[in-house]
T-cell receptor
């Protein structure tokens, strides 16, 4: 079983839709969970950062962590064409500890006008 | 220049060539990273540097040779590469190793090995 599983998509939605992106993981030691957004021909940029279980909201974006199910989600409300990008989940097991971050493969999202 | 910059943005090389990728960060960070991003695969961490000292080398073939002359610059020297090495090579930096969960990435170098 891979350490982090993420459906690569592609996912295509109409403008205004609610988008749900998900990752599952197997390492119960993970405590820090990130979502990166990567536009075409650009490097990833940190979008959301959450610690342990719970929800975090930032504008149209909500990150959700369910450690009991080893499942994290990113919700995008009122999606816009500018949200079209690849979304990568990432997670780590200590705060800046010696363990490396583990990334998912990324989900490619297209929001159609 | 702000953030993390990488040059060149695109590189095509033959299997016998020697080339170098350059990364520069303008954030005052102390840790820098090289990643390989291939299609349909997760980001693969290659090397980690902290204060110019290599602290991680994740089973990367010797045809990839990193160099960190100071905390702002990172190089990846390439020689006798294979076609399967074609990928996007990303550089990233963080405040320090303790802050590696918040990394800032450059735009990457798209490498094609013929």
């Amino acid at each position: 079983q891979k350490e982090v599983e993420q459906d690569p998509g592609p996912l295509s939605v109409p403008e205004g839709a609610i988008v749900s992106l998900n990752c599952t993981y197997s390492n119960s030691a993970f405590q820090y969970f990130m979502w990166y957004r990567q536009y075409s021909r650009k490097g990833p940029e940190l979008l959301m950062y959450t610690y342990s279980s719970g929800n975090k909201e930032d504008g149209r974006f909500t990150a959700q962590v369910d450690k009991s199910s080893k499942y994290i989600s990113l919700f995008i409300r009122d999606s816009q064409p500018s949200d079209s990008a690849t979304y990568l989940c990432a997670m780590g097991d200590t705060q800046g500890g010696s363990e490396k971050l583990v990334f998912g493969k990324g989900t490619k999202l297209t929001v159609n006008p | 220049e702000t953030g993390v910059t990488q040059t060149p943005r695109h590189l095509v090389m033959g299997m016998t060539n020697k080339k170098s990728l350059k990364c520069e960060q303008h954030l005052g960070h102390n840790a820098m990273y090289w990643y390989k991003q291939s299609a349909k695969k997760p980001l693969e961490l290659m090397f980690v540097y902290s204060l110019e000292e290599r602290v991680e080398n994740n089973s990367v073939p010797s045809r990839f040779s990193p160099e960190c002359p100071n905390s702002s610059h990172l190089f990846l020297h390439l020689h006798t590469l294979q076609p399967e090495d074609s990928a996007l090579y990303l550089c990233a930096s963080s405040q320090d190793l303790r802050g590696r969960d918040e990394q800032f990435f450059g735009p990457g170098t798209r490498l094609t090995v013929l």
